[in-house]
């Protein structure tokens, strides 16, 4: 807690607590609610400069897709409804325009009619939330923006009779937005400045979703800018013209801080309010929450931007009970995501291989692609997997997951484990509900855990796919431990194929050069591995087989829709 941050105001209230919560949505709606149960006669009001309160923002582009049909069903409580339940003065359509830090007031505006008020606090709690980035781009003017149920409903009645839409940003709401639109029949184009999609997703993973996107339809362009916007295209910084009837920015968010840099609130490095572990900012009697808010990371424990609901929502919770004189713990925040594209599911907890290697931290790394339940019960389906922890004490940075199904469970077991610092190896430990259609007797989690196990014990030396080339130079000989029949589907270029069932036979014809060993995804070149070093060869495994490395390869070269299939069918066919 920085030294100059009070941890509760001296000032004393005569009267009913006055409590006033600028922002209506997560975290403001959770503090109101919360600190009510606490204080049956605290005067709480609630001032929200949209039309409505506590609605459901992860659920706009679902709205805009028609998957929910009807607009109320986004709104979970109406200001009435809040006021009978709780006794809240709930204010929509109001604007607050400035904080009065001696005077303890807060000045209002209507949205409607521009008319000016003030109302009096004796806490204040600062829950504005995010407002979307617009960069100054020409014609940028015609993107719509998703934050408010006013915006879907806005963007659900222009999808109708609209042919072609493009999505400007490929994080989790543009994705969403593009799946929606191309679900709503809409031809549908994302584009994406950074090299892929999804940036909290290593590039072997975010490939996977980029493969979904393109197997429905929808046109995806990486490494790529826009130049300008039109009237029905976008033009793209390499020239290029893309038809676009309708154009959606999800480029990403700015925490909303105007109120609080103008009232002289300290903001932190990275654009947020800075709050102490109570919420408090450094004015004894304002709290802030949520997306605009600086949290403490829970991997390298500095401040960053996190903008997840329910963060949000503990955020009020926690609040409130300061508020009411409660002890509150304060609590780092992992960035624990989840998004559906279509049929596949994409999860991410803590930090991915390029934060850490820019943070210059070290790490290890081990992938797996095991399947959602049991293979001999009907339904099995396929996940990929990477667990990423330190090399030294094995606490655990971040994972990833993508596939079909069963990757909600298991990146939530994985955050679990994270926050009460059960370490890399021990997800092995864990005991986990087991029966076919439901898991395997090992676990995708305890397997990533076996396989940290090997590594931190040296008992398995790995090769990440990104080091193939750079062994096969060193005189690394490659060896294909798969079926013949495998091998022909598609291999590694250069690579000896000895299945592993014979290869004790055929050891002679190995050599004595050092062996990188590679199956599907990495079981069997484990056992292989494992086989030559106790006949005496240096042997490594290729991290997460020949799944992984061509994942990974493909993910490292140019591509676009209209160049995708041949891609892939150039890897298959190498070797």
Known sequence: MPASFPTMSDTPVSGPLRVVIIGGVAGGMSTATRLRRLDADAAITIVERSANVSFANCGLPYFVGGLIEEEEDLTLQTPEQLFDRFRLDVRVGVEAVAIDRTAHEVVLRSVASGD??????????????????????????????????????????????????????????GLEMAENLAGHGLDATVVEAAPQVLAPLDPEMAILVEDELVAHGVRIETSAAVASIEERTVTLADGRVLDADLVVGAIGVRPDTRLAADAGLTLGPSGGITVDGVNLTSDPDIYAVGDAVEKPDAVSGAKSLIALANIANRQGRRVADHIAGRNVRPVASL????????????????????????????????????????????????????LIFDPEDATILGAQAVGPKGVDKRIDVIATAMAGGITAERLADLELAYAPPFSSAKDPVNILGYMAENVLCGDCDVADPSEVADLVAAGWHLVDVRTAAEHRAGAIEGSTNIPLDELREHIDAIGDDPVLIYCEVGQRGHTAASLLRELGLPARNLDGGYSSWLASTRAAEPRGEENLGSQRQSARSSG
Request: no cysteine; proline share 6%.
């Open 335 to 386: 960035g624990t995501a989840i998004v559906k594209v279509f049929d596949t599911v994409a999860a991410t907890v803590g930090w991915n291989e390029a934060r850490l290697r820019a943070a210059g931290r070290p790490f290890r790394t081990v992938r797996s692609h095991p399947y959602d339940h049991a293979t001999y019960y009907p339904g099995a389906t396929r996940m990929s997997m990477k």
């Open 116 to 173: 000016e008020s003030s109302i009096g606090y004796d806490k204040l709690v600062l829950s504005m939330g995010a407002a979307p980035v617009r960069p100054p781009i020409p014609g940028y003017d015609r993107a719509r923006s998703l934050r408010t149920v006013e915006d879907a409903a806005r963007l659900a009645a222009e999808v109708e009779g609209t042919g072609t839409a493009v999505v400007i940003g490929a994080g989790f709401i």
